[in-house]
């Protein structure tokens, strides 16, 4: 849209400014979802400013972008306000105190210490003001020291079921990283022209390729998608997710998951 309407300076809720300026215009959430290909669960996430659901920051802004340029917001506003409160939210988690399986091994070893103390100052203490025989007294020592030996045994079980967590949490990562390699779509056969730039989409992902002065194309794309253009110099691209992205220049295949960076990508360089 040519005139786009600015977001408010003394406002910085990005998700309440999307969802008024959505509700002004009298549109769904539903509508908005299928006009622009983004799932409802996102579109109710970026207005909720439920970070936990929304996916990497980078995938994140092309939401954010696509969805204000829509409802004729600014989009560069728009994304740095994103930016702002999503660094806040990742700053907030990493405040939370973790507490670990060794920690909670020290607490547990302090109170059955202290446990074993108590109980076998408190044996003393009746075996001394009470006069009983000898007999009593060892009676009570093998007491405390069955239950100190039964604490030890609390201990060490404590100890196996958290190795027994850490076992478990790394195999199901590991199952994790399985099922995405399998729902990996196998790479397409593509005979790309020559001097073209030609862009596969092997999934779902948030896609821009620019120069410095001009954006040939920005937004959502889905498996079995493609775009193409000719080629010219100084091109950079961001994606999402560049494993979902195959990218081929003048016929040649490009590797842009060596860079190790998701945004402005330098093609040139590749």
Same mark, same amino acid.
């Given at each position: 849209?040519?005139?786009?309407?600015?977001?408010?300076?003394?406002?910085?809720?990005?998700?309440?400014?999307?969802?008024?300026?959505?509700?002004?215009?009298?549109?769904?959430?539903?509508?908005?979802?299928?006009?622009?290909?983004?799932?409802?669960?996102?579109?109710?996430?970026?207005?909720?400013?439920?970070?936990?659901?929304?996916?990497?920051?980078?995938?994140?802004?092309?939401? +954010?972008? *696509? /969805?204000?340029?829509?409802?004729?917001?600014?989009?560069?506003?728009? +994304?740095?306000?994103? !930016?702002?409160?999503?660094?806040?939210?990742?700053?907030?988690?990493?405040?939370?105190?973790?507490?670990?399986?060794?920690?909670?091994?020290?607490?547990?070893? @302090?109170?059955?210490?202290? =446990?074993?103390?108590?109980?076998?100052? /408190?044996?003393?203490?009746?075996?001394? @003001? $009470?006069?009983?025989?000898? !007999?009593?007294?060892? *009676?009570?020592?093998?007491?405390?020291?069955?239950?100190?030996?039964?604490?030890?045994?609390?201990?060490?079980?404590?100890?196996?079921?958290?190795?027994?967590?850490?076992?478990?949490?790394?195999?199901?990562?590991?199952?994790?990283?399985?099922?995405?390699?399998?729902?990996? =779509?196998?790479?397409?056969? =593509?005979?790309?022209?020559?001097?073209?730039?030609?862009?596969?989409?092997?999934?779902? $992902?948030? %896609?821009?390729?620019?120069?410095?002065?001009?954006? /040939? %194309?920005? #937004?959502?794309? @889905?498996? #079995?998608?493609?775009?193409?253009?000719? /080629?010219?110099?100084?091109?950079?691209?961001?994606?999402?997710?560049?494993?979902?992205?195959?990218?081929?220049?003048?016929?040649?295949?490009?590797?842009?998951?060596?860079?190790?960076?998701?945004?402005?990508?330098?093609?040139?360089?590749?």
């Amino acid at each position: 849209m040519e005139n786009k309407e600015e977001l408010e300076i003394d406002i910085d809720d990005i998700g309440a400014i999307l969802k008024s300026s959505r509700l002004k215009q009298k549109k769904t959430l539903e509508d908005v979802s299928g006009e622009l290909c983004i799932r409802k669960i996102y579109l109710t996430a970026l207005e909720d400013g439920d970070y936990e659901t929304l996916p990497p920051i980078p995938y994140g802004i092309g939401y +954010v972008r *696509t /969805y204000a340029n829509y409802l004729g917001l600014s989009a560069e506003r728009a +994304v740095k306000l994103y !930016k702002a409160a999503s660094l806040l939210d990742e700053q907030n988690k990493q405040e939370e105190v973790d507490i670990t399986p060794e920690v909670n091994k020290s607490s547990n070893r @302090h109170i059955i210490v202290g =446990v074993a103390v108590l109980l076998f100052v /408190y044996g003393v203490y009746s075996v001394f @003001h $009470t006069s009983s025989s000898k !007999k009593n007294i060892e *009676t009570q020592t093998e007491v405390i020291q069955q239950e100190v030996q039964e604490d030890n045994i609390v201990v060490e079980t404590v100890e196996e079921v958290a190795q027994v967590d850490v076992v478990e949490n790394d195999e199901i990562s590991a199952q994790e990283e399985v099922v995405e390699e399998q729902e990996s =779509v196998s790479e397409p056969e =593509v005979t790309p022209a020559d001097n073209k730039v030609v862009v596969e989409f092997l999934g779902e $992902t948030w %896609f821009e390729l620019k120069d410095k002065n001009k954006v /040939y %194309f920005q #937004g959502i794309y @889905h498996q #079995g998608d493609k775009k193409e253009m000719d /080629y010219v110099d100084n091109l950079f691209l961001s994606a999402g997710r560049p494993k979902n992205v195959k990218v081929y220049v003048k016929g040649q295949e490009k590797d842009i998951l060596t860079k190790r960076r998701k945004t402005n990508i330098a093609i040139d360089s590749l």
